[in-house]
């Protein structure tokens, strides 16, 4: 007779299974244009193919990025070689000529999208290690994979998905070495800060990420009851690790330390200075337009949905700080994200990638606290709140995977022939609504069709909307929700907080009353 299959088990596929769901449309989507940051990654590795050279030349960001890319590589290098019959300097000429063509950055963005979602397979071992509930760890990990905002910047050659990936698996290990006994801790604490060196490595503020290892070691301290000299060369040897791992990612802090400096430099003044459309206030501002961001747009694209599972995320907060027995590993899941908080938002610089690694924490959040609710007295006496709750999980994440896919194939299968004919179409259905268009939007309407179009004034005066071409303007105002609106074309990005996008044009409408605001536009005189 054959044995069961074990709940263990199935959750354990339910899982794989959801990752899986998260890879698929990433990988639908993979081709969705250019990216602000692959043409100078693109040419340090075509550089370092060409001279040999393994190093990136330029330290605005630490080299994990570049490190990955390279790994990208090494299909090719093995295949250039195979090709050669081992002749490296022939090799090396073909592996040019591959990593130069228009399809390898699709390779490295590959790359980029699953060691992103990694991510998740951290916080689902993370929660089960803490909570002792696969159930819990299922929801936490695919409430993240479920995120657009993590799906659509998990495909980008760029260090804050990675950095996201590593600094939670940097608390795992941390939580490893608090549920350990023995020579295990020391183990575990070594591997935490060895990944809180990659966190590092992936992006300068990744260190933040040797606060939790840090309060790791304080459980060893104590357990081997150190004094202050032993404490003080234990730490030592956890920030050697550190070091040394951030060193091995990024050597060029070693053997080009003024080059390094120098950049490291630039970027805390560039981040304490503003970023064009993407500067903001510092302190009260930018706190403000984060949290807005992180509790109605983080979690989903429909800002209702996203809000459940923020305020979920905020139950959970409270659960978590109110739990005395294990206060120690209630520091280390917290640590970061309210300190990583108060940094950011004294910063004039709102990029909302920065602030990617603060999404495995409220996913951990986000279950621990419907869970809670889910155990507690009121649900287990009402039958038929449970089954509320459980379908408004249901439909909550099934909307959040349908759109992952919807968007993934507006990349994909991308057209931009007949704009003209949809733009027509959108302003003939809105024919209550008055609309000016610049000067690149009128030339995409035939003269008969734009004659025709009563509601398209000639002044910007009494018009409600603005319709614009996003290739048209530099530097918008970025960082407010519902300010721009993509009528049509691939959803590759989200436009309100990434106006500048470097991708393909497409037509966005703003209110008069909005585009007025902004001299940029070119409307006020």
């Known amino acids: 007779m054959k044995r069961p299959i074990s709940n263990k088990v199935i959750i354990h596929l ?26 100078r990654m693109m040419k340090s590795v075509r550089d370092s193919v060409r001279t ?34 081992g002749n490296i300097p022939h090799a090396m000429s073909v592996l040019g000529e ?23 397979l951290w916080v689902y071992l993370l929660v089960y290690r803490l909570r002792s509930s696969l159930w819990e760890a299922l929801l936490a990990a695919v409430i993240l994979l479920s995120s657009w905002e993590v799906a659509y910047h998990a495909r980008w050659i760029a260090p804050d998905g990675v950095l996201m990936q590593f600094g939670i698996l940097t608390v795992l290990l941390v939580i490893l070495s608090l549920r350990s006994t023995g020579y295990q801790k020391l183990v575990w604490l070594g591997l935490a800060s060895s990944a809180a060196g990659l966190t ?9 990420f040797l606060i939790p290892v840090f309060l790791g070691g304080i459980d060893i301290v104590r357990g081997l009851k150190l004094n202050w000299h032993k404490s003080i ?42 970023h064009f459309g993407y500067t903001i206030s510092p302190g009260l501002e930018h706190a403000s337009r984060l949290f807005t961001y992180l509790a ?29 027995q294990n206060s120690l590993e209630s520091l280390v899941l917290l640590a970061v994200p309210i300190i990583y908080f108060a940094f950011i938002s004294s910063q004039e610089v709102m990029i909302v990638r920065n602030d990617l690694l603060l999404f495995p924490f409220l996913a951990i959040l986000a279950a621990r606290g419907i869970i809670t609710l889910w155990t ?33 194939y507006t990349i994909n299968s991308r057209d931009k022939s007949n704009s003209g004919t949809k733009l027509a179409a959108y302003i003939r259905q809105n024919d209550n609504t008055n609309f000016y268009l610049s000067t690149q939007t009128k030339k995409l309407l035939p003269d008969s069709s734009l ?31 519902n300010l721009y609106t993509v009528l049509f074309g691939p959803y590759e990005v989200n436009f309100n907080y990434y106006p500048s996008w470097d991708g393909d044009s497409r037509v966005v409408a703003i209110s008069m009353k909005n585009a007025l605001k902004q001299p940029i536009f070119g409307l006020t005189k």
């Not at 393994?54 to 250039?80: E, H, K, Q």
């Not at 956890?238 to 400096?261: K, M, Q, R, W």
């Not at 007295?377 to 759109?403: D, E, M, R, Y």
Request: with cysteine.
């Open 451 to 481: 004659q025709s179009l009563h509601n398209v004034l000639s002044q910007p005066e009494g018009a409600s909307v603005y319709l614009f071409m996003s290739s048209e303007v530099e530097d918008p105002l970025a960082n407010q929700r």
């Open 200 to 208: 590092c490595g992936s992006k300068y503020y990744g260190g933040l």
């Open 296 to 324: 109605m747009v983080a979690f989903s694209k429909y800002w209702f949905i996203a809000l459940v599972f923020f305020l979920f995320a905020v139950a959970g907060f409270f659960f978590t700080i109110r739990n005395q």
């Open 233 to 274: 060369f234990f730490y030592a040897v956890v920030i050697s690790i550190f070091i040394t791992a951030f060193l091995l990612s990024t050597p060029g802090g070693l053997v080009d330390p003024l080059h390094f400096l120098s950049d490291v430099r630039f970027e805390i003044h560039h981040y304490e200075s503003g």
């Open 98 to 120: 591959k990593v130069s063509h228009r399809d390898f950055p699709l390779q490295a963005r590959t790359v980029f999208l699953i060691v992103t979602l990694f991510s998740a």
């Open 376 to 408: 507690s007295p009121f649900f287990h006496k009402h039958f038929w709140g449970k089954i509320g709750l459980a379908l408004v999980l249901f439909v909550a994440l099934a909307a959040n995977f349908s759109w992952l896919f919807t968007a993934a």
């Open 14 to 39: 339910t899982f794989a299974l959801f990752w899986g769901l998260a890879l698929v449309p990433g990988l639908i989507g993979i081709d969705f244009g250019t990216h602000w940051d692959e043409r």
């Open 52 to 85: 040999g050279m393994l190093l990136p030349g330029w330290y605005n960001y630490p080299s994990v990025s570049y490190d990955l890319v390279m790994f990208s590589t090494l299909p090719d290098a093995i295949s250039s070689l195979l090709q050669e019959n």
